[in-house]
């Protein structure tokens, strides 16, 4: 299997083998990777928005507002996906739970997006995890940090537990996420909101519950039986006091 390089990303390797194949314009033996954290000069952390997978949708509605991001796919597509909203807009440009000088306080509660960055996992065409590696971050280097490849090119156990094992946790939930947001659209529940705090507004994409409710008794039973009642009450559940938190923060930390 080759290792392809397409702009920044860079793919590696069919997971399920558990090994990369040599390329001569990629990752080498040689090549190392850590994460600079509070260090990194281009923190990941920046982001406005975190896709996340629908198990993570209950256990990341304490800590995040829970929307759907929208992306336009040329013509009448879309792509919809679950996101986390990581800050206010305005904030300095890193999440709420970055702390200067120390980091991600929400250490191991993070979301697998996090987890996993700089590398992700699709599934190829024959239903294989297939990692990507975004050579953009600024953890690579062929001096310092873990090595990437070990002897015989499978990939570091450091890495597999760190990254690649969130990563394709993410990949192999891709599908149940995307039949949960596809059902949610067919129905049309996908509606605009916005919530205000201290004079601060966040424009988000909610579940319309006035619109759900409407829908016949057996469709809402089926979601019942789906589990997605609970989903969606974590989406609704999620987004007051996370939004606020997020406010509060940035006024905080314009205030310092
Ligand atoms: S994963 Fe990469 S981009 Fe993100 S904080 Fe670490 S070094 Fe920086
Ligand atoms: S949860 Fe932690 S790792 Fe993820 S974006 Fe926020 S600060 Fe960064």
Redesign the pocket.
């Known amino acids: 299997m080759n290792i392809m390089i397409n702009k920044n990303v860079v793919q590696l390797h069919c997971l399920k083998e558990e090994k990369a194949e040599p390329s001569d314009e990629v990752i080498t033996e040689d090549m190392k990777w850590e994460c600079l954290g509070a260090a990194c000069p281009s923190?990941?952390?920046?982001?406005m928005y975190?896709r996340i997978f629908i198990h993570e949708i209950v256990p990341l509605s304490k800590?995040?507002p829970i929307t759907f991001c929208m992306t336009d796919c040329g013509g009448e597509k879309h792509d919809i996906a679950i996101c986390i909203l990581?800050?206010h807009i305005r904030d300095g440009n890193?999440?709420?739970?970055?702390?200067k000088g120390s980091?991600?306080?929400?250490a191991d509660?993070?979301?697998l997006?996090?987890?996993q960055?700089p590398f992700s996992a699709v599934k190829d065409e024959t239903g294989n995890n297939r990692l990507l590696v975004r050579l953009s971050c600024p953890g690579f280097s062929e001096v310092s940090g873990h090595p990437i490849l070990m002897p015989g090119r499978d990939i570091s156990p450091y890495l597999k537990q760190e990254c690649i094992d969130p990563a394709t946790s993410g990949c192999d939930s891709y599908e149940e996420t995307r039949i949960f947001v596809e059902t949610l659209n067919r129905y049309n529940l996908i509606a605009d909101g916005a919530y205000t705090h201290k004079g601060e507004t966040i424009l988000f994409k909610l579940v319309d519950l006035k619109k759900l409710y409407e829908l016949p008794k057996e469709t809402l039973n089926d979601f019942r039986a789906r589990g997605y009642m609970q989903l969606i009450n974590a989406h609704a559940n999620s987004l007051i006091d996370n939004i606020t938190r997020h406010i509060d923060t940035y006024l905080a930390r314009m205030s310092k």
């Open positions: 923190s990941c952390c920046h982001l975190a800590h995040f990581l800050r890193y999440c709420t739970y970055l702390e980091g991600c306080a929400m509660n993070r979301p997006a996090c987890k960055f």
